[in-house]
């Protein structure tokens, strides 16, 4: 049987390691896939290094269209990303009759339904295992995997860049700003690294694994985005003496009223597998009814990670070449028909408990106050750590742990709390997972 | 579309919670699936039970020949277990022309060649997932979620009644039969647990493995299968406090000359993730070209972990009924035409490292002739320690950890090292490996 024949729009890091891969382990895939996968054309801007990186073989053009325009190409791997050009090229591909892969989760996150519903329209298969993180196989584990359970939680450290500043703090002892410098320095970070250290990507991501885990539409300006530029190392500090890391997660998770849908720095407990994957490496736990905890591990960036997951879903596509479109693994877990309308849950509503740090005068009765706002609006506590001021000193920490409660509730408390004459600098509050 | 019907061949534990599962979660899968699955009938020899599990609106027959018989069946699962009884009836339902899951990893390593060359003859599918790692769908990123990659090794905790003991031995400082007793106390450990402390179970999914990573046949035969009977609470201290932990870890790797298949207890550095799964909790760790290390952990065993997997095949073989037959996910991973005559390695050719404790007099000289006789053979140390011998006593205890060398070089040191007449007791050697 002829190879499959596959077009690449963008040959950057992505595409030369999907191009690589490819060519290094063609027997295997083939092996596998029972057929050849072939890149017949690429299209770049900067076609000289695009033919640099190809080599005579394969036709290097610099217009996108050219690549969708031609009929012998069978699939479209769009690694361009952003939510411009590159959502033009992948409804143009898809209205073209191909399948299209991509590892684009801002463009899906925040356009998945229009672009799934097109797809569906003309029969073909949008691929996107690449989009979280990267080399793991998360999403196949979501759509398929899983597919007996009635899914609980998922949750994840899903960027690598946060991942390896928050690990280098702690470990380091260090603030951010210090080691954001070095992650850029290493190339563990971008030359504007906002999309990372604002929680934005981990936030697209999310937002396709609260599709995935309980059949909703993608609905990325519903999530709640938080990243870490604020975090402090004294608050990574005494999170490790209550025996907790602090992560960057995305956590998605079904409430009776609703699907919680957030990114935020959570304390997890030192004893979770996930609390210890450091530096820029990813996980994703997933809790169902059925399996219980499930964790998947690895690498979720870099050219040949993603590109395994590129690769995955072009050998599923040459397989699926055959199936009843209305067989294949739907794009989001559940058949159109199934997808539900269970509400994304305001943050006020959200379940979590908190990490408290109050900054507070070294005086009789602060620590009572305290108590009793918490009290008051039904928090309980769950630990607490008071540093003895040091001599001749007139402020201390005062760190709490509290139980689950709403974060409405916690926000009402945390006014109250701060307008105390004896707290004497902005209350910090971090959310806290158990994960169990 | 009218559901899919499925016939169950033994309700026990996991059938049992195949049963429940399949109906609490209906909706959820028949959303996925595009189509419901629905339990048509049921054989076990003991029908009241049975009949007690199922309710009235099943059929519940003690001969499973009937199940295979009913012209409305379309897959069958097999939940038996064994290599008897339970191989004729999968062989007789791919006769009859129906799709088998089955979680029974002793008759696919045993007999997986036959049943799968008989399934393809037929054009079904004999779907595993349970086979290996229980609820982890382990199975399924193998096959295909790192389609992409050249597999270099597979090394998992795979049975959760040895992960259990030993979990228990290092955190309590028990011995090996005092832990037993316990876990069969609790149910981690059967009446009859030869098959899982001797490493037969984890051999069994090891083999299973191997073929599914490196495109080789089942070849149980060859395994080198090895379990905890013998091991020392000692040693799994000693291995601490040189940062390691003692895993039952089934292995299979690629080498330049063939394949490598082992089950043994295994030193792992406490610092990797999958040192750190405790209790009855499985992990398996996939080290491929492309994406480097990914792990995947959850539940081993279990009604409901393991009927996660169950049916998850189930919505696999659901969705492929309209696939060509050729386009389907071919059993082994690789196609019929893709498989590798690759040997399965002696294990004199095997490569690891080593932890070897000898019982030795307290005498000058002793740790001088042990080393010439390792140098020798070429096999060079890594670290050591000597525990000091206590006030009176004459005998202390002398711990090597070796770096990489293969099996038979070790085998000639030990007997030779054995032979000293400063070396007073049957020499201790664990494998040893980095899993980096």
Known sequence: MNAIKVGLLGIGTVGGGTFEVLRRNQEEIKGRAGRGIEIAMVADLNSERAKSIVGDGVPVVSDARQVIANPEIDIVVELIGGYGIAKTLVLEAIAAGKHVVTANKALLAVHGTEIFAAAREKGVVVAFEAAVAGGIPIIKALREGLAANRIEWAAGIINGTTNFILSEMRSKGLDFGTVLKEAQRLGYAEADP????????????????????????????????????????????????????????GITRRREKGIELRVHPTLIPTTRLIANVEGAMNAVVVQGDAVGTTLYYGKGAGAEPTASAVIADLVDITRLATADPDHRVPHLAFQPDAIS???????????TSFYLRLRVADRAGVLSKVTTLLAENDISIDAMLQREAAEGESQTDLV?????????????????????????????????????
Chains 1, 2 share one sequence.
């Open 341 to 351: 309308s269970t509400p994304i849950l305001p943050m006020a509503e959200v379940h």
């Open 194 to 249: 906002t999309f990372d250290i604002e929680g934005v990507d981990a936030a697209h991501k999310a937002t396709l694994m609260s599709a995935l885990a309980f059949g909703i539409p993608v609905q990325f300006d519903k999530a709640h985005v938080e990243g870490i530029t604020q975090l402090q190392a004294t608050d990574i500090k005494y999170a490790e003496q209550l025996g907790y890391r602090i992560k960057l997660l």
């Open 400 to 436: 709490i742990l509290t139980h689950e409660t709403t974060e409405g509730r916690m926000n009402t408390a945390l006014v109250q709390m701060q307008a105390l004459d004896t707290v004497l600098a902005p209350i910090v509050r971090i959310r806290k997972e158990e994960l169990a």
